[in-house]
């Protein structure tokens, strides 16, 4: 199938980690024109780059969390390509270590909240500003299923991630379409989301390296294994395609091997004389 995005301009947040390179690496082979994101890797986002082939692509350099950074990228994008097609708002963090709530700090919830929504806000505004003008436009943010299913240890980030995939995800969809509306020619502007699981990347390789994580994270999946990359790229590309996904919008898509929740206790933990 053809998913008509030769020459769209693709604006990827985050493109220098594991799912964002990928996705990088996906429009490219659809011809895309990408604008390449970094919060401060640019050695990383190059190489990226340059590893991307004939593909029309640069580099933006900057902190999404700070306003004025943040026009400032999609400023250089227009200035580059005179358009923005697609937002991939792919980029966020958040803290590795399994911290309860109890214990959190206000600085980890706020760094936390900057980081994923924050980010996203912003992201999305300059990006809305720019569909205001061109009349069309869609965007596809990258949230988790610690936001659908919550995560123990990760209040910060399953709150955050939880906020893009539903209340944002669902009311920009009925707003985008106010500033690119549908014509006989054009389906009308779209935002949806995609909520990855656990996927094979540098920054979980650690934890996927342990066999008893593996069978905790997998044991709620109808497909018991864990997320490459491409998975998550393949359903961003398809959903940013106005051809392949032209009806679709303020959908949240859940790419996690058909999973239901978390394993919440291991069956040693558990007393099956008072259960």
């Not at 640019?42 to 900057?62: H, I, M, N, P």
């Not at 963090?93 to 109890?102: C, G, I």
């Not at 569909?131 to 209040?155: C, D, I, P, Y």
């Amino acid at each position: 199938m053809n998913a008509e995005l030769d020459g769209k301009v693709i604006f990827i947040t985050g493109a220098s980690g594991g799912i964002g390179a990928e996705i990088a690496r996906k429009f490219a082979g659809e011809g895309a024109k990408l604008v390449l994101h970094c919060r401060k890797n640019r050695t990383k986002a190059e190489t990226l780059r340059r590893a991307l082939g004939g593909a029309e692509s640069f580099v933006v350099e900057g902190d999404l969390t700070k306003e004025a950074q943040a026009g400032r990228l999609f400023a250089a994008a227009i200035r580059r390509f005179g358009r923005v097609d697609t937002l991939v708002a792919n980029a966020g963090s958040w803290e590795s270590r399994d911290v309860p709530l109890h214990e959190m700090t206000l600085k980890q919830w706020r760094a936390t909240f900057d980081a994923v929504l924050t980010s996203a806000f912003l992201s999305l505004r300059s990006f809305l500003r720019v569909v205001t003008r061109q009349k069309r436009g869609n965007a596809v943010l990258v949230a988790s299923t610690a936001g659908v299913f919550g995560e123990a240890g990760h209040a910060d980030y399953a709150s955050a991630k939880s906020a893009m995939a539903f209340g944002l995800t669902r009311t920009l969809k009925n707003e985008i379409t106010r500033i690119a509306p549908h014509t006989a020619g054009y389906c009308g502007g779209r935002i949806n989301c995609v909520c990855p699981g656990w996927t094979v990347v540098p920054r979980t390789a650690g934890k996927l390296a342990a066999a008893a994580v593996v069978r905790k994270v997998t044991a709620t999946m109808a497909l018991p294994q864990i997320a490459r990359p491409g998975d998550i790229a393949n359903a961003v590309v398809f959903l940013s395609s106005d051809a392949l996904a032209r009806h679709i919008t303020g959908q949240t898509m859940v790419v996690a091997g058909g999973m239901e929740g978390r394993l919440l206790w291991h069956p040693e933990e558990i007393d099956p004389r008072i259960a």
